[in-house]
């Protein structure tokens, strides 16, 4: 009788309920721990793209400046509240952008040129995080600022005078 359950037991190969129990805890804290790292990773990403696309929309602005002396005329094309139309001019200057007429971009990825006079230049971003990024220019130097107190409001990008208090991006 010893032997038939000695040589039952060596039959018996296998995971008991409990070692799989353990390495699905031990999987489960592994995800718990690096979920919430790829996410913040993912989000800074998506924050250092829209900071890349603010430089290249002010870097072509800047373009349009120095060849009419003036920031007047660099949201033509531009309606307000939507994309810029095929052959407008910041389409011409830069056409890798996705540019919107004055107003909250909405969709990501849109630079909307929302201030574009003889001296001031405002322009606001949405990163895919759903943060705010202006970049603007008022006649005394040029800078790229993120909102960082309530990221999800475009009401504190708006104007010259609002992205200028926001700490740089």
Do not use: H
């Not at 129990?21 to 790829?38: E, H, N, Q, S």
């Not at 349009?64 to 005329?73: A, E, H, R, V, W």
């Amino acid at each position: 009788m010893l032997q038939a359950q000695l040589r039952r037991r060596r039959d018996e190969d296998g995971f008991t309920l409990i070692e799989l129990m353990v390495v699905v805890l031990i999987i489960g804290i592994l995800i718990a721990i690096a979920l919430p790292t790829f996410l913040g990773a993912r989000g800074r990403a998506q924050d250092k793209a829209a900071a890349s696309d603010m430089r290249n929309a002010l870097a072509a602005a800047k373009t349009y400046l120095t060849d009419s002396d003036t920031y007047t005329g660099f949201n033509t094309g531009c309606a307000a509240g939507a994309l810029c139309a095929a052959g407008s001019t910041p389409l011409s200057v830069e056409p890798n952008l996705k540019w919107a007429g004055a107003g909250d971009p909405g969709a990501t990825a849109n630079v909307a040129i929302i201030t574009a006079n003889s001296t001031n230049l405002l322009m606001v971003r949405k990163s895919e995080s759903g943060t705010y990024f202006c970049a603007y220019d008022d006649g005394t130097g040029t800078r790229i600022d993120k909102d960082t107190a309530s990221p999800s409001a475009y009401a504190n990008v708006d104007t010259i005078a609002e992205c200028k208090v926001l700490p740089v991006g």
